[in-house]
């Protein structure tokens, strides 16, 4: 069993940076991969980008490479998400996810997810 609550979500202009944190509960965390997940209003939720269990291996939506990081820190159980120079259409609820059993790009892959952060970009 893993808990995940998401940290660092807030208001910013547009160009401006945000970093969001993940932080996990359980032991197991270290050799789960990542994932960072978006829901805007209206919309489905889409992937973002994730990282193996090490973070050596990472992969971005098309729509954020090149802005954003993900990273890990195993020894804090910490998953984070470097964003900059963001957008308006940034703006979501953000969300971590744990475990994908078939793939990083699915939602329903995930076993664990946390509560989501706010995330608003203003123009």
């Known amino acids: 069993q893993v808990q995940l609550v998401e940290s660092g979500g807030g208001l910013v202009q547009a160009g401006g940076s945000l970093r969001l944190s993940c932080a996990a509960s359980?032991?197991?965390?270290?050799?789960?991969?990542m994932g960072w997940f978006r829901q805007a209003p209206g919309k489905e939720r889409e992937f973002v980008a994730a990282c193996n269990w090490s973070g050596e291996r990472t992969y971005y939506a098309d729509s954020v490479k090149g802005r954003f990081t993900i990273s890990r820190d195993n020894a804090k159980n910490t998953v984070y998400l470097q964003m900059n120079s963001l957008k308006p259409e940034d703006t979501a609820v953000y969300y971590c996810?744990?475990?994908?059993?078939?793939?990083?790009?699915?939602?329903?892959?995930?076993?664990?997810w946390g509560q989501g952060t706010q995330v608003t970009v203003s123009s």
């Open positions: 996810a744990a475990d994908p059993s078939a793939g990083y790009y699915h939602s329903l892959s995930y076993g664990y």
């Open positions: 359980g032991r197991l965390f270290a050799s789960y991969a």
